[in-house]
């Protein structure tokens, strides 16, 4: 069997699903020929940088999100540019890594696979001198590519889309170590599902449509009074999903609503379950990270987001309008405007959700395993 380490980090939802999803793929069709050794590198550190690094990025997400866009930029330097920025980085870096490198060289894995920019950056100059394992492979979890992604020294990169691979050409990646597999999620997001049959499963009225909120794993955001809002300003009648995440405060809230629309709102706390409810919904109204987006995508949802945070986000929102997959709104008129637009127009519903699944990759993460041990 070949023994592959994955290192995420839990600093947002996404690099640590990804890495989730790739176990899974590997469990489902690889399950005699790969062992996977998952690692979330925060985890391993001090919780001195725990708090310095994860701890402080979700506050900046949640409060200060142009400052986060801010800091996004001046990261992502110009290919080939020494920075003093970078070595004070990688210097930061060094002193709290020495826990996940030791586990690294007990488990001696023939691959390491990085769903996470910051242990890929670090062990960049390992690559080189093949010091922990054979191979080393990135996988970029949005559909750009930012300058902490590029890697000189790693072997493989697997990326969303054809345009994210000529970035990371143009920034100095050979182009034969880069394929175009799409973002890893998990393999019941490759199911076929009947979207009225995954209404009545959820007790929910199979006639109406179906909008779907999703305030992401933190339960960042105030989809209470969104959703309040979006009930007293369009009159067709129709339903919401609201997924609350992790944050109880949120979905208390949610909760105390429901009890003004019974029949037309469901609150869900934190699931493992998001494509149940993906199923049985005909749009989402939801920030734009990668996993939720090829999640989405999947599912032939298509998605409304309404102030995007600048970043990565602001890239995945500008790859949909593109190719007619989702709709942007800066305030809460245009949200109503455009969910009402979607309830109104079902040719265009249409046409997005066919579209949604057109630029799917449901199998992003088989894809990326095969191409892994045919190299091996």
Known sequence: MKKI???????????????????????KAYNDEVEIINIDVIKHMSSVFKKMYADSYINIIKYYPALYGHLYEITDLAKNKKAILKEMRYYFEELFSKRFKKEIKQINPDCIIFTHFLPAEHMNKSAAVKKYADKYAVVVTDFDVHS?????????????????????????IDRDKIHVTGIPIEPHFSY???????????GL??????????????????IDTMIDDLFKGIDKKFQIIALTGSNKELFQSLVKLNEK???????????NEVNK?????????TKTGGLTTSECLAMGVPIITMNPI?????????????NGVGLKTSDMAGLIYRVNSLLNNKDLLLRMQKNARDIAHPKA????LHKLLEDM
């Open 5 to 27: 380490v994955i290192l995420s980090g839990s600093t947002g939802g996404g690099h640590v699903k990804a890495a989730r999803s790739l176990e899974l793929w590997a469990k």
């Open 148 to 172: 902490l992604w590029v890697q000189d020294k790693m072997d493989i990169f697997f990326v969303a889309t054809d345009e994210t691979a000529a970035r990371l050409a143009d920034r100095g």
């Open 192 to 202: 076929e599902y009947s979207k009225r049959q995954s209404k009545i499963d959820l």
């Open 205 to 222: 009225n199979p006639e109406l449509d179906t909008v779907l909120f999703m305030a992401g794993a933190y339960g960042v955001g105030h």
């Open 261 to 271: 629309y019974p029949y037309t709102l469901r609150v869900v706390d934190f699931t």
């Open 277 to 285: 409810y993906m199923a049985a919904s005909d749009f989402a109204v």
């Open 310 to 322: 600048p970043g990565q986000e602001e890239k995945n929102t500008d790859y949909l309008l593109e």
């Open 365 to 368: 993460g088989f894809d990326i």
